[in-house]
């Protein structure tokens, strides 16, 4: 068991190329936006040159960024774009935020009675984590695995992203999920960081997460500060 403990860090400059492709899908960078000069964007970004170029790259590699010699990189937006954190439905008031994520225990034990069915194994991996948008605390994450995906789980393995986790480290994919969002009562393991008292009333999602073959093999419960947080899902043109 973790208590306490950062998960294991993206590197920086996917941190950047997944702030971007936030702000871009959340409309906070615009389709045409020019962006600063990579010096003084780096600078304000508190991360080397070399780091952002690399954070620029992998954009113009999905598509959404345009470098044009002698002008700048200007923005390029688009719909259904690759990202670690594609399924993260929650974003800060105004869109976007950096996700982050505090590992606050992991450890296998018998699946709650009031989860709905998922996977065959009577038991489960359960993460709980504080999640934090640009570095401020947004929600209490409780996330149940199956526990016929994994035999054993290196807490210092876990990764901020858990979809990334389960795809490097379990050979796991999450395909698909479904949400139901709602209200409920903050849980009473809160974390301290966490604004909202156990009890108070948080805005609340269910996940049922699928697998390529459309298997449910995952359950998670999330509960965000709603003076801090929405939980936003955009559809792509039809």
């Not at 860090?9 to 702030?19: G, H, N």
């Not at 948008?133 to 210092?156: F, N």
């Amino acid at each position: 068991m973790a208590r306490g403990r950062p998960s294991a860090a993206l590197p920086k400059y996917v941190q950047i190329s997944e702030m971007l492709i936030r702000d871009i899908a959340a409309g906070r960078l615009p389709d045409g936006t020019r962006l600063p000069p990579e010096r003084d964007m780096a600078d304000g970004l508190g991360i080397a040159v070399g780091t952002l170029r690399k954070a620029l790259e992998s954009l113009a590699k999905k598509g959404l960024l345009e470098r044009v010699q002698g002008s700048g990189n200007y923005i390029r937006a688009r719909a259904a774009v690759s990202s670690v954190y594609a399924m993260l439905r929650l974003e800060r008031i105004g869109g976007g935020g950096l996700p982050t994520a505090a590992l606050l225990s992991v450890d296998r034990r018998a699946k709650p009675k009031d989860a709905p069915a998922f996977g065959p194994s009577t038991d489960g991996w359960r993460f709980r984590r504080l999640r934090f948008l640009d570095d401020r605390p947004a929600a209490l994450e409780e996330i149940w695995l199956d526990g016929g995906c994994a035999d054993s789980i290196a807490p210092e393995s876990v990764s901020e992203s858990l979809y990334l986790f389960y795809r490097e480290a379990l050979g796991l994919v999450i395909m698909s999920a479904t949400d139901q969002v709602s209200i409920a009562p903050a849980p009473d393991w809160g974390e301290a960081r966490f604004p909202m008292q156990p009890g108070d009333m948080a805005g609340y999602v269910e996940r049922i997460g699928r697998d390529p073959a459309g298997r449910a093999v995952e359950f998670s419960r999330t509960w965000f500060d709603p003076s801090e947080v929405i939980y936003i899902s955009r559809l792509g043109k039809g």
